[in-house]
């Protein structure tokens, strides 16, 4: 524990229990049990010092109680109803930049794909981190990027570091670019093999969702079946 995390300390100098440092957090997560329990293990306010100022479960969401809270650090899921946080991240773009107390965004998620890492950090969020993360780490990777440092868990900063060695920007796919971050999801668990009832219990959504999904992702790749779709997500090495 470094000086800034310790304890405050009473006139006979004692530890009064409470942290220096004070960080406010909103959460962005759809599921409901996963805000919960994030909340649990770091809202604790006088044993962390993290207050949560509020909680969204889409995009519409996220930037209107971003913009209302004003929040030092938002935890930002990749996957979202009504567009993923690169949408949030997008719509809030204004807040980022400005010069007194800027908001900055740390994603939280499930996800470690490449594709997902390298799109929220070109969106502007400082770190991203999966929910795999100990509550002290995150405690510690919130107040990190609320001090403007980069966090990211191990594994995932050589994506970042290999798609920003180059000088020369990566090729845009097009049409890997029409699907939502939820699309490309579940294109990649239907690319390795898994049953609808399988990806719905992964994503925690509905068989029916699933099958709304595939089909969009269908018609936006102007594909006839799941055959061709993992042929088109393993060409571009997304599974």
Known sequence: MTSQQAGQTGPAGEDTG??????RVVLVDDHRMFRTGVQAEIGRTEATGVEVVGE?????QAVTVITATRPEVVL???HLPG???VEVLRRCAPLMGTAERPVRFLALSVSDAAEDVIGVIRGGARGYVTKTITGTDLVDSIFRVQEGDAVFSP???GFVLDAFASTDAPPIDEDLDRLTQREREVLRLIARGYAYKEIAKQLFISVKTVESHVSAVLRKLQLS??????RWATARRLI
Do not use: F, I, W
Not at 18 to 23: K, L, M, N, T
Not at 225 to 230: F, G, K, Q, S
């Open 18 to 23: 409470g942290p220096e440092r004070r960080v």
């Open 56 to 60: 969204a479960a889409d995009v519409d």
């Open 76 to 78: 930002l899921d990749v």
């Open 83 to 85: 567009g993923g946080g």
């Open 155 to 157: 594994r995932l900063a």
């Open 225 to 230: 079946n799941r055959h061709e779709l993992t």
